[in-house]
């Protein structure tokens, strides 16, 4: 067959082509988010703030000149799911690092699976204390749950409250925050004058209640996520109870004050974006994320984001290496974040004050910070 007078063009081009998807390869991301299910709100949140951020990044140039491939598998916040969709991430897809935008039981599930590939995995928003705790290739960017615990104790010290009664969601979220307010009770000298628990399909809390009115407390710590928070604090409120509310940043959206109603006017959380920051990272991911996407963000959006900030600043530093490199560097870094200006001690977890955001005339305002170094330490290699 005679040779094309084309053909060594056809072949310099081929040869062209794969030279520059070699050097242009795409950098690959993981994602683990609830999509579907119970959590799929959340799911929704941290996924828009995922995507915000490498959007950002790759208009900035991505990684290096390198796009980045934001990979994404929806785990359900069940640990069934997570595991499967971690593998899937480290060894179909390759991914260089992680973002967990998932709870905490999905998140300490797929922790082991990266840890076990060093996979460097920046978890957002999921509180145990176990995940840190899987290994060194694990970062966390919000507090853990002790941590918030304790400054919800803070708080009700600095209201000049004393007589508390905990309401905990069973689960690791709820168990973990309960854990940390009691530690900080003790320290303080609160008086917890009872201890309630309820579970994630619980909608209807009249025995409940009636508990919380005849311990008659100055102040209700209730754990929960907007959609059981929300049914909560509406029938606490139509009940007549009117010890001031202290959520945390399950209670940390839109939907909440949508859903408790008027009943919402008046509730303190503690949480990781303050809405009346000056800083311009703040402000301008605020903007940001509304134009984006038409609705305000609230935590669960702006730790996800800050998580994959944190890895993409680590992955142009390493020129888009992943491994113990890009650990490393990630390890020293800070960051001037939304959620504020972040460091990891040698636990990997964050080092960082408390927003206390208060709900007034239907939306988050600053009430006030904690910021106490020694209450809101996290732990260390050495304790824990």
Known sequence: MPVSRHQPLVLATLALSLLSTSAFADVKIGINVP????????????????????????????????????????????????????????????????????????????????????????????????ITRSGDFMFRVSAMGEVQGRGGAKLVQTLGKKKVVLITLKNDFGQSLAAGFKEGATALGLTIAGELEYSMQDRQFGALISQVKAQNPDVIYASGYFYTAGPLVNQLRAAGVTATIIGQEGYDSEKFMEIAGPASEGVLITTSLDR????????????????????????????????????????????????????????????DSPIGKLGFNDLHEVKKDLQVQVVKDKAFHRHSIISDAVLLAPPSKASK
């Open 35 to 130: 999509l579907t299910g119970f959590a799929a709100a959340d799911g929704k949140s941290a996924l828009d703030g995922a995507k915000l951020a490498v959007a950002q990044a790759n208009a900035r140039g991505g990684v290096k000149g390198e796009k980045i491939d934001l990979v994404i598998y929806d785990d359900q916040a069940s640990p069934k799911e997570a595991v499967p969709a971690a593998t899937k991430l480290v060894e179909k897809d390759k991914v260089v690092g992680a973002v967990s935008g998932s709870y905490s039981g999905s998140t300490r599930a797929a922790a082991s699976v990266f840890q076990a590939a060093q996979v460097p995995y920046v978890v957002a928003y999921a509180i145990h204390p176990d």
């Open 276 to 335: 009346d920051s000056a800083n311009p990272v703040t402000k301008a991911f605020l903007s940001d994320f509304r134009q984006a996407n038409s609705v305000g963000a609230d935590m669960v959006a702006a730790a996800t984001y800050t998580a994959m900030q944190v890895l993409i600043e680590g992955l142009n530093k390493t020129g888009g290496k992943g491994g113990a490199a890009l650990r490393d560097v990630i390890a020293a870094g800070s960051y």
